[in-house]
């Protein structure tokens, strides 16, 4: 998840290409079932010190600068600057896999990001998406109660969890329905490499509606079947999703996630010195 990956662009029938949206950060193949809906695939430059979960915060921030909410988290410095130090405080390498409690704490209290939820697969049912919240669920049952029947009711205590998360994020879209309004998703999924990955999906409402924003550090072709695929199903459902011929979204930056200028001279300075040294 650490290592930068050359992204080519394939013809495939079972994908269809938004080269021609009117965004202007470059977009990525998406499969057929999404091409009538407000759903587009963001071409995404991984950042070398941060893994996956953290890239999602960083692509979280340009994504809210860019419709219109003022974050200086955007730029590469202040986030860098926020999120390093506290990560290697508690002990863990930015490189490796980002725990959903250290990058939820840093999108509350060191980024102060809009609403940052994660989802993730249930370990019983591997296709059914739901969000994931921390915490044990506790039940009470007489005794002398079966372990089938405990089970249950667990079970519908935790259903009963993931209906109060959506039902409180679909409040909230509603209250503030017609405005400019962002809400992230860090989805947990396999990547084609078989390994655990960390896939940002942010939804933008405003005044034209609803459209999800798919930002994926690896930049991994998107099949019909793929993971990301039953997750944003899952979000176009749930949050009534618009059709690309109504919804007018943000425009972004070409080269995303944009590096600000101080950090774009850092580096080329740093490119220099390696050449002639």
């Known amino acids: ?134 915490g044990k669920t506790s039940i009470s049952y007489p005794s002398g109660t079966s372990e089938s029947e405990i089970q249950r009711k667990l079970d519908q205590a935790v259903d009963r969890r993931y209906d109060a998360v959506i039902k409180g994020i679909q409040s909230y879209l509603n209250e503030y329905k017609g405005r400019t309004v962002v809400v992230h998703f860090l989805c947990y999924l396999i990547s084609s490499k078989g390994v655990c990955h960390g896939v940002l999906v942010s939804l933008c409402q405003n005044a034209t509606g609803r459209g999800l924003y798919l930002f994926d550090n690896m930049n991994e072709l998107v099949y019909d079947t793929s993971d990301i695929s039953y997750f944003l199903k899952y979000l176009c459902k749930t949050f009534s999703i618009s059709s690309k011929s109504t919804f007018k979204g943000p425009t972004l930056p070409h080269r995303w996630p944009h590096l600000d200028t101080a950090e774009k001279k850092r580096k080329r300075d740093q490119d220099s010195s390696s050449w002639w040294w």
């Open 1 to 134: 998840m650490q290592q930068e990956h050359t992204f080519h662009i394939l013809v495939l029938s079972a994908l269809v290409g938004t080269c021609f949206s009117l965004y202007s950060a470059e977009q990525l193949p998406i499969p057929r079932t999404f091409s009538s809906q407000a759903v587009y695939y963001c071409k995404t430059k991984q950042l070398e010190l941060f893994s996956c979960g953290y890239n999602g915060l960083f692509n979280a921030a340009n994504f809210e600068h860019s419709c219109g909410f003022n974050n200086d988290a955007h730029r590469y410095s202040i986030f860098k600057s926020r999120c390093l130090p506290y990560i290697q405080s508690q002990g863990y390498n930015p490189k490796k896999t980002s725990r959903n409690k250290m990058t939820e704490y840093l999108a509350q209290n060191k980024l102060y990001l809009q609403p940052f939820y994660h989802l993730h697969f249930e370990h019983d049912n591997p296709q059914r998406v739901a969000p994931l919240i921390t």
